[in-house]
């Protein structure tokens, strides 16, 4: 079993519509938490940072963290063509040490 | 947020030939540097891990001799791929710690290495 675990997809939404994403994880010791965004053949663009549970927003980006679960997630609100990328989360036990990355999740937004 | 840059962006080169790639943080210093391999349609995989003025730690599998990895100064590292050959061919991302303790990454653009 993967340390961290992300659904594949693809996930096609409307444009306009909220796109819900989420990570399972397994090692309770992390407590830092990125989601990042990543168009074909280019590097990720870090999105979201949470350190340990909560909830966070930026725009039209929520995150959320449930330690309790091991469960985080990211909903976009008001989705456009342009979100359409890989979705990577990622998550460290602690500052310096090396990221876990889920396998990302690829959306597709449909004009 | 904070900006990592890498060059070059794309290079072709022949197979025994060797490559630097260089990735460079413009903003910050960055004390710890990451370098990443990703194949089409597959999550970032870690090489190794660089700090400023130390040798790199690598991971399991991942061959030292191969892939040199120097981080002279707290803004730049350098990825060399030695005696390339058409199975290095990948996307190599680098990406930076911004040394203030929140936990936060920055990538670069990454480049993409093509072995003729």
């Known amino acids: 079993q993967k340390e961290v675990e992300q659904d594949p997809g693809p996930l096609s939404v409307p444009e306009g519509a909220i796109v819900s994403l989420n990570c399972t994880y397994s090692?309770?010791?992390?407590?830092?938490f990125m989601w990042y965004r990543q168009y074909s053949r280019k590097g990720p663009e870090l999105l979201m940072y949470t350190y340990s549970s909560g909830n966070k927003e930026d725009g039209r980006f929520t995150a959320q963290v449930d330690k309790s679960s091991k469960y985080i997630s990211l909903f976009i609100r008001d989705s456009q063509p342009s979100d359409s990328a890989t979705y990577l989360c990622a998550m460290r036990a602690a500052a310096g040490n090396k990221l876990t990355f889920g396998g990302g999740t690829r959306v597709l937004v449909k004009p | 947020g904070a900006v990592v840059s890498q060059h070059p962006s794309w290079v072709i080169c022949k197979s025994g030939t060797s490559v630097k790639i260089e990735c460079r943080s413009l903003d910050f210093q960055a004390t710890t540097m990451f370098w990443y391999r990703q194949f089409p349609k597959q999550s970032l995989m870690l090489m190794a891990t660089?700090?400023?003025?130390?040798?790199?730690?690598?991971e399991q599998g991942v061959e030292k001799d191969k892939f040199l990895i120097n981080h002279a100064s707290l803004t730049l590292s350098t990825l060399t791929v030695t005696s390339a050959h058409p199975e290095d061919s990948s996307f190599y991302i680098c990406?930076?710690?911004?040394?203030?303790?929140?936990?936060?990454?920055?990538f670069g653009e990454g480049s993409r290495l093509t072995v003729l």
């Open positions: 660089s700090n400023e003025g130390s040798k790199a730690t690598y």
């Open positions: 990406s930076a710690e911004t040394g203030t303790n929140t936990g936060e990454l920055f």
């Open positions: 090692n309770s010791a992390f407590q830092y």
